[in-house]
């Protein structure tokens, strides 16, 4: 079966700091992967998604970046966050129609 | 999209009652659409799908119906448990997409 990992569970970091977000998946092969922000109670927003290695499609201008170096393998990152950037960050997959999440990381920027 | 930075809309039922949460989706080429269930600090949960071929879909105490002429989904819960508070995505998507389009949710509260 399959499963999706995120790491680490949470992170509190401080303003001007790098962020470096994994996520692998198990169990599937070329999969679409997707990294997802969301704030406090409200719904999710798309930041990146990836249809396979090395192919990144940005959903809106922002502070972040993403990167696919393996199949299964997804990472967020940003050179230095900004306190707009705390969120509950989602990874997700997806073969070929259903998406299928992540346990997800909570970021806090002070 | 637009509808990430709003509040959460609650639905208050009664422990015992069924619950209907609403959706209204947008494109009308979309030809999947799913109910996620997302609890306090958890990713978001499959919960159910349907096709547009499809009008209804059962599982265990949840039933999806579609109306594709007013493009309206559905997702009701039977005999509502404390267990089913959480909040509830609706999403669509269509086979030449890439990536689904979500809902804003709603969130599921219930009353002993």
């Known amino acids: 079966s399959q499963t999706i990992h995120q790491w680490p569970a949470t992170l509190v970091q401080p303003v001007g700091s790098p962020l470096s977000l994994e996520c692998t998946v198990e169990?599937?092969?070329?999969?679409?992967l997707y990294w997802y922000r969301q704030a406090a109670g409200r719904g999710l927003q798309l930041l990146f998604y990836s249809v396979g290695i090395g192919q990144i499609s940005s959903e809106v201008p922002q502070n972040l970046s993403a990167s696919r170096p393996q199949d299964r393998q997804f990472i967020l990152s940003s050179k230095k966050l900004l306190l707009s950037d705390s969120g509950f960050y989602l990874c997700?997959?997806?073969?070929?129609?259903?998406?299928?999440f992540g346990p997800g990381t909570r970021l806090t920027v002070l | 999209g637009e509808s990430v930075g709003l509040h959460l809309p609650t639905l208050s039922v009664q422990e015992g009652d069924n619950s209907i949460i609403n959706c209204a989706y947008s494109n009308s080429a979309s030809d999947y659409f799913i109910w996620y269930k997302q609890e306090s600090g958890k990713g978001p949960q499959f919960i159910i799908d349907i096709r547009s071929n499809m009008d209804k879909r059962q599982g265990q105490r949840v039933t999806v119906l579609l109306n594709k002429t007013v493009k309206h989904l559905s997702l009701q819960i039977a005999a509502t448990q404390p267990g089913d508070s959480a909040v509830y995505f609706c999403a669509e998507n269509n086979s030449s997409a890439s990536k689904i389009i979500f809902g804003s949710g709603t969130r599921l509260s219930i009353r002993p």
């Open positions: 997700a997959w997806s073969v070929p129609d259903t998406q299928y």
């Open positions: 169990g599937t092969s070329n999969p679409n």
